[in-house]
DNA sequence: TTTAGCACTCAATGCCATCGAGTGCTAACA
DNA sequence: TGTTAGCACTCGATGGCATTGAGTGCTAAA
């Protein structure tokens, strides 16, 4: 494309994102000092707009940007941008103080990814398959309820309430716990060997009762019940931007964000190897959300992916902040985890 | 009040409760048969405009009731209802299948709470302060990596990674549980004496690091540390009502649901004696939330309150549908959860 | 005490004229 | 050949104005 096209495209980009408001030939010479006139802007406009990448609400109204012109300004005139040094400082601070567990990083992920960005943060857990059996506990906690707690080795920690006959003494308990330990061990769903179950089985025996329903919530945990789970956060904040002056569009928003099948799908759709995609007005999916585009990029541990975060908003979003934001985010955040789960040390 | 004030006024709550628009002279004679006039209707209607029962939105609009209204309404002429079979049916059903540790109760409460009355639903899990320590584990993760898992009498299970130095073996880990599993058992946060504490450090000096992380860990779930959560449900149902036709309101709602204490009080306020209190335009608060209503109630196990569950709506809501919603999903929340943790028996 | 009748009020609705931002086209210009 | 000034045209937005009708309050009669 010639480069003054470039300039009046790129224009019309920003100051639509700026405003919200469809663009005038006679604005863009006045604000971008093209150095021509109205008129010939008008004429670049007219051809763009037949190459597909503006379009015009109605006749006398100014350009809007088309998913297209979207597109071609994320992929080529768009300026990649850094974090200020103000919020890089937040972001560190704010993980340094409050972030405890998993489930605390997950949501102060979020968060701060709505507070950054004036959109809906969307951070999504992926099941973590595969993952190994690492310690069991059984603790009695009143004459016939005992607690199952089981623990894998991503961290992932799950408890149950089982009833237990009032036979069983604590100390039954204890054994069937360090058997259990002992037994399986690193295992994960695949490797647990039937002649391994006839062991345990024999061994405690005595205890079948127990030992089913234990053995039942143990294979959960490794099992694929862990379902994908979807944070949403910053719903709230993102309604004052100006397209949600209508209440129309305000519940077409949220039945989108009611859709965790949609949701999962715009985080995963394609952007499984490259890092941060860009996804504008709902780009193949079979789901109409023409007006809403996804910045979404994964997270992992130590080179394994094992989760999405991303952000939702009007397609007229400010792509470069939003991209800057959402990559500093994974990276911070497969960051923590990781030195949560293997150690401040590697 | 006499009797025909009391049926007119009656009339009106249950028209505007039923249409949203307000009611005239006209509809109440014809619909709800008094057996006079509307002239007449208009004289009574004057009547309990002047002692504040009703208002007018504007000269020549039909009447709305009132705050006043609403809860003349709510204390004498509401007609108590029970829920029926299909519905009692439904949340049995979900209880039954879906429900396997603490957090999904909760949940599941939620979303049954807003999808059978249509508004809002606030659960409230209070601090269960005073709760005594039942077990802690450490579990080793990796080579400077162990997890502390502290489970409490109340069933919760709180488990964090903490740091520690690569000369700590496996067994010296199991050792530390013993210990303090031996010393703890059964202490609150009031009664661990000074004296316990030194008689813990000097039996488990050698390993003075992992064991001050370890007590800090236990410290911070006996103690206040676990803050109120709550959970709400159903945000997204609701602006399907007609009074959130318009934006500004959607806006005050969203604003109103992000302030968490402010939710806290409505949940908690003074309804902590009484069974269902209902709260109508935000009575006795000092926040201004004077077009919604909340009917709330505590839960609790054996008889202790743990937390509160509650619905938010416009103070057009149908208090009767939700004051019984409410009513059953308290009792049912409180057997499931004393269930979980007393056992089936009791 | 009730009710029919009637004048009155006022939001809602729809119509119309006006306004103005913005366009496309044409013709003149560099 | 590319640029620009000029101009007619389009069409949403805005505001004024009349109309409508639901609903009221008052008065006088039953």
Redesign the pocket.
Known sequence: MEE?KQKVLLAIVQDFIATA???????IAKKYGL?????????E??DL?ELGYIE????????VPSVRGYRYYVDYLMQKRELSRDEEELIRREFEIKVRDVGQVIQKTGQLLSQLTCYTAMVLTQQMGGSSFKHVQLVPMSINQTMVIVVMDNGAVHHRMIETPESIRPSDLETLSKVLNAKLQGLTMENIKLTLLKEIYFELGKHKQVLDLAMEMIQDSLGLKDEDKIYLGGVFNMINQPEFHNVERVKTMLSILEQEKLLCELLTGQSWDKGVTVRIGGEITDYDIKDYSVVAAPYSISGRKIGSIGVLGPTRMDYAKVISVVDFMTKNLSKTLERMFLGRGR
């Open positions: 003054r408001e469809p663009v005038g030939s006679r604005t150095g021509v006139s109205p008129a010939t802007i008008r004429n406009m007219a707009e015009q609400p109605h006749t006398s109204a100014g350009r």
